[in-house]
Each structure stands twice: as structure tokens, then as C-alpha cells.
């Protein structure tokens, strides 16, 4: 004897794929929702850029390029939108260990939606958030004085890219965010590994005057790799095979990544 | 009668704890099941299994008639799920909540809008609507959840310690949304840790402790079990403890015990009606009385009966309260 729905409908045996596509644009709905109605995360998102770029211009620029400030502009901005993004994909880990420990990943997976939607969802929405990063840093850097010399479609390029290594980068964030017990506890891993990413690499200043061993860490760091393909496609230079490298990077890490966090996030219960 | 819940043998392992060692119950379509236990007794891991949330170790279990775990995608169209944690999002407007529901579960847009204004004027929401779940008090978070939880108009209602940490008119409010829902023919299947809840909406009892079922019954038929109302005496003198056992085994017919902190002696009594016999007898044996108070049965006392240990929580990371003097007042209903 098995029950229909109060409303008389039989149970389907399976979700088709486009039901699960379906719920996870819905669960997107809800990440850009969320976005929209937290002022304090939208104003994290663009604080955060400005305030890097006005520090780094000024504090270090005069240093760092030889009293030129907006040289030093030129050379950084590429940089910070690179390290921008990915604090920003630190986020998405958050946010999920957040819902994972409200309970509301328990009404999800109680629903007869797609097991992975709650995760694509997430995801996709936090795209949008990376996007909003992106767009604050160019705009702001280009109050500042920052001038891209190559053309506003080699510029769109550039931010593709990095959204594309954001995208792949999330991966470890979200699997950070199944791992760890509390949100806190994401905040503190993730920037005790994301900051010798970002501080031994070319995003802020030239590898050269750095000791050897630490050149070549910082040379093969895929964020020196990613910030010389945004520079050559701003201001000009060699693109081609900074670019391919920075996303066989992005292809790898995703490749190790997202199924380890799938799999952690079917374990998390 | 058909059952819309039944669990066979069910076992469930963290590492060496047994969260669910071989539990049985089942509950017709249509009834309120009470599941009734202290903390860590395994009600929720029960519910975890029964929602497809958690795979069990061992045993069967069935919801609608179909398997939760070969037939979960069918058994997630049936079922609403209200956990022990409200499960809505503290980001999202309370309308956005439903709607979000709503989609998941495949309503166009439009469909989606409706049923999320209906529920929120069910559950007395309408003016909160459009304001963020962040801003709901405790009684208004846990009504919205309820309401999320019925957005598929489910047959089968999972409903884990619904009331928990809401004040007594929150509670009330909660009780009275729940007995709309049976009204409608929804199946419930309900923890809690309060005797009085399970009283006031349960058909069917049944409780558990370290995951095995330790008695079933109706609620009637529960509290004729443990007895009605409990008789607290604490003499002046504690060398009279045992004087005070005898009057009361003698006057009660139930086996009296001492409290662990060895200050009184606690009795099942049917009724008020033999208190005067009791107040004389004591007096008569020259026992003079630091406290004498009538109570009704609480979880406590349930738990003492059925399984001669006290409902302590296994993993209590606060005192016991016995280790302070005890009064009839300040006494908790169930131990947390």
C-alpha cells in the first residue's frame, strides 16, 4: 500500500535533469535574494576593494615604483582585482557552512529537488557576487588613474578570466566550508591559506627582488600567472600563454576540488 | 487502518554511541505519533532516517509505503520536515521563503506567489511578510517554519520539538496550528521532550531511550502507567528518610524513592485524596516536615518508572540539578 499527495498526485521515481537545472536557477535566485536585501555584505564586497587599492597605491606605490604613483596604479590594479576575487570566493565557503549549520541545507535536502542544486545554486549566485568585486575594483581604479591602453574588449576579457579562476578557486572555499564546524573557523583557514597565495606571487609587486626560492614559488603561483594575463590584456603585452597557464590551473583545481566537495557535502549531514 | 509511518529495527551508530539500537514503531494514517524522549534518546536521529536525511545502519523504514531509503526521491514528495533548528533563511523576506519553497517544489511563479500569501495568512504571518526572518521573534521564525514545511501540502509531517525554547503562549500558538493540520488529514509524527505536548496532540506514544522503545501506549494509557500526580516529602531531619518511605509505600501502594541528594522522598499518587491519611500518619510517628508538596507527573517521573533511572541527558555538559537543595518550585518540568 503506498500514499499519493494530499492533492491526489503519484510520486515520481526520479527528477529529470532539467527539474534539477531548474532548481538550481531558483537556489541562484536566492544567493543574488540574499545579496541584495544584506547591506553589510554588499558593502564588504566594495569596501574592500577600494580600501586595498587606495593603500596599496599609496602607501607602497612611492616605494615601490619609484615615487610614481600612478605608475605603480598601472602595475597593481590587475593585481588586486586577482586578490579581490579570491577573498571574495571565501565567501561562498562561508555561506554555505552558514546554511549547513542553520538547518536550512536539511529543508533542502528533505525536498525532492536535485541533490547537487543546493550547491550549483550557491555557486551560481556567488558568481554574481564575484562580478560586483570586479566591477567595483576597475571602476574605482579607474577614478584613481588606472587607464587600460588596450581595448574595453580585451579589458571584458580580463575580467572573464578571472571570474573563470574565481569559479574554479570557489571549490576549495566550498569544501573548506563542509570541513570546518563554524563559520569562523572558515574566516580563519581560508586567509591563513589564501595569504602566502596572494603575498608570494606578482599580484602587488615584480618577483624579482624576492630570493630565489621564493621566485620560484611565486613564478609557478597560478595568481602571478592570472595577474600577467590581465595586465597583457589591459595595458598590453604577452597574454597567450600566461592566460592558457593560469586556466590549465583553474581546469586542475577544479578537477581536484569540486568533486571532493561534492563528496564532502553528500557526508555533512 | 493503513500506516503512513512505519519503522522496523532501525539502528544507527556514531562511532560507539548508539543513537538508535533496534526501534520499532509505526503510526496510521491520519493519527498524531508522539515520539517521547530526553535528550540524546534518539529522536531526532528517528526523524533524520525517516526524512531521508540520514541512512540507517540497519532495519527498514517506510513513509507512505515506500522505502526511505531505495524509494527517498518519492518519500521527499510526501513529507514536510519542521527540524529542531528552524530551517528558514534569516537572510529572505518571509514571503521570499515560501515562494523559494514554492519553486523547488515546481509551482509556477504565480502559483508560488499564492500559496506563500495563504500560508502566511494561515500562520498569522501577513504583516511580517515582507520584513526579513532576522527581525521574527522565536514563536513567528518557528510558525514560519511550519508553514515552509507545508508548501507541498504533505501527507506526512515530520515535526522535530516544535516547541522547544518558545514561551508558553508561542507554544499554545504552535500547538493550536498543528491540530489545524490533522484537521486536514495530514499524518504528524511529533518529538518532544514534554510529556503535556505529547498529551495535548498525540494519539499514540511512543517513548524511547538510548534508542529503544521503552513503552507505548495513548497517552491515557501512559499515565495511568506512571500515575497521575507525584507527592514530594521532605522531612526535617534526614535520619527520618526512612520513616517517610515507609508511611508513604504503606499509604500509596507504589515503591517510594529518595531523591539523589538524600533530602526527600518522591511517590506516585493516584490522587489528593489520601493526603490527609498521609499528613496524620506522619504526624503520629512524630515526623516533622521541612517540605510537603503535590505535583503532577512530569517526564522525569515517566522516565523513573519506565526505566528505573532518572531521564538524564548522556551528554550533559551541565550539573544535574539534584546537587542543589530541590523545592517543588524550582524544580524543572524535564531535564534539558
Known amino acids: 500500500m503506498t500514499a499519493a499527495t494530499l492533492d491526489g498526485h503519484v510520486p515520481a521515481r526520479r527528477l529529470s535533469a532539467l527539474a534539477g537545472l531548474r532548481n538550481s536557477f531558483t537556489l541562484t535566485w536566492r544567493s543574488v535574494l540574499k545579496i541584495r536585501t544584506n547591506s553589510e555584505d554588499l558593502l564588504g564586497l566594495s569596501l574592500q576593494p577600494i580600501m586595498f587599492l587606495l593603500l596599496f597605491t599609496y602607501v607602497f606605490g612611492g616605494a615601490i615604483a619609484h615615487g610614481s604613483v600612478t605608475d605603480y596604479l598601472q602595475y597593481v590594479l590587475p593585481g588586486i582585482l586577482v586578490q579581490t576575487v579570491l577573498f571574495a570566493t571565501l565567501g561562498t565557503g562561508l555561506m554555505l557552512n552558514q546554511d549547513i549549520s542553520a538547518g536550512i541545507f536539511d529543508r533542502f535536502r528533505s525536498l525532492p529537488i536535485a541533490r547537487w542544486a543546493p550547491l550549483a545554486g550557491a555557486i551560481m549566485g556567488d558568481v554574481v557576487r564575484y562580478a560586483i568585486s570586479v566591477a567595483v575594483t576597475l571602476g574605482f581604479g579607474m577614478v584613481l588613474g588606472f587607464r587600460v591602453t588596450t581595448s574595453p574588449l580585451a579589458a571584458l576579457a580580463a575580467c572573464l578570466l578571472v571570474l573563470a579562476f574565481a569559479m574554479a578557486m570557489c571549490w576549495v572555499s566550498a569544501l573548506i566550508g563542509m570541513l570546518v564546524k563554524s563559520p569562523q573557523g572558515v574566516q580563519t583557514f581560508g586567509f591563513t591559506a589564501m595569504f602566502p597565495i596572494v603575498f608570494a606571487s606578482g599580484l602587488l609587486v615584480p618577483i624579482q627582488t624576492m630570493p630565489g626560492w621564493l621566485q620560484a614559488f611565486a613564478k609557478a603561483n597560478p595568481m602571478t600567472l592570472l595577474a600577467a594575463a590581465v595586465r597583457g590584456l589591459m595595458r598590453g603585452g604577452p597574454v597567450a600563454v600566461y592566460a592558457g597557464e593560469s586556466m590549465l590551473w583553474a581546469l586542475g583545481i577544479l578537477v581536484v576540488f569540486a568533486p571532493l566537495a561534492v563528496r564532502a557535502y553528500r557526508r555533512r549531514t | ?336
Request: charged share 20%; hydrophobic share 40%; no cysteine.
Open chain 2, 1 to 336: 487502518m493503513t500506516e503512513a509511518i512505519r519503522a522496523e529495527g532501525l539502528v544507527k551508530n556514531f562511532g560507539s554511541t548508539k543513537a538508535l539500537a533496534g526501534t520499532d514503531f509505526a503510526a496510521g494514517t491520519g493519527t498524531v505519533l508522539g515520539l517521547l524522549g530526553p535528550n540524546g534518546a534518539g529522536k531526532t536521529t528517528a526523524v533524520r532516517i525517516l526524512t531521508t536525511l540520514l541512512l540507517p545502519d540497519g532495519g527498514h523504514a517506510q513513509v507512505g509505503g515506500y522505502d526511505v531509503v531505495t524509494d527517498a526521491h518519492r518519500v521527499r514528495q510526501l513529507i514536510g520536515l519542521t527540524g529542531q533548528y528552524a530551517s528558514v533563511d534569516d537572510g529572505l523576506t518571509g514571503t521570499n521563503n515560501l515562494i523559494m519553497i514554492g519553486r523547488l517544489l515546481g509551482l509556477p511563479r504565480a502559483a508560488a506567489r499564492t500559496r506563500a500569501a495563504d500560508l502566511l495568512n494561515r500562520f498569522d504571518l501577513t504583516d511580517a511578510a515582507s520584513r526579513p526572518v532576522k527581525t521574527y521573534s522565536g514563536g513567528m521564525r518557528r510558525r514560519l517554519d511550519l508553514a515552509a514545511s507545508l508548501v507541498g501540502r504533505p501527507s506526512v509531517l515530520f515535526l522535530d520539538e516544535p516547541t522547544t525554547g518558545l514561551d508558553p503562549q508561542a507554544r499554545s500558538d504552535v500547538w493550536d496550528m498543528i491540530r489545524l493540520m490533522v484537521a486536514d488529514g495530514v499524518t504528524v509524527l511529533l518529538t518532544t521532550q514534554y510529556l503535556d505536548e505529547a498529551d495535548q496532540l498525540a494519539d499514540d506514544i511512543v517513548v524511547i531511550d538510548h534508542g529503544r522503545v521503552i513503552a507505548t501506549g495513548t497517552p491515557d494509557e501512559l499515565k495511568a502507567k506512571v500515575g497521575g500526580q507525584v507527592l514530594e516529602v521532605a522531612p526535617a531531619d534526614p535520619a527520618r528518610l526512612g520513616d517517610v518511605t515507609a508511611v508513604l509505600a504503606a499509604w500509596t501502594g507504589a515503591e517510594p524513592v529518595t531523591d539523589p541528594a538524600g533530602r526527600q522522598v518522591i511517590a506516585q499518587v493516584a490522587g489528593a485524596s489520601i493526603l490527609p491519611s498521609i499528613v496524620r500518619q506522619l504526624d503520629e510517628s512524630g515526623i516533622e516536615l521541612a517540605e510537603f508538596s503535590l505535583r503532577k507527573s512530569s517526564l522525569d517521573e515517566v522516565f523513573l518508572t519506565l526505566t528505573g533511572h532518572p531521564a538524564e541527558d548522556d551528554h550533559a555538559s551541565q550539573p544535574i540539578e539534584t546537587t542543589q537543595p530541590v523545592t517543588a518550585g524550582a524544580r524543572k518540568g524535564a531535564a534539558r
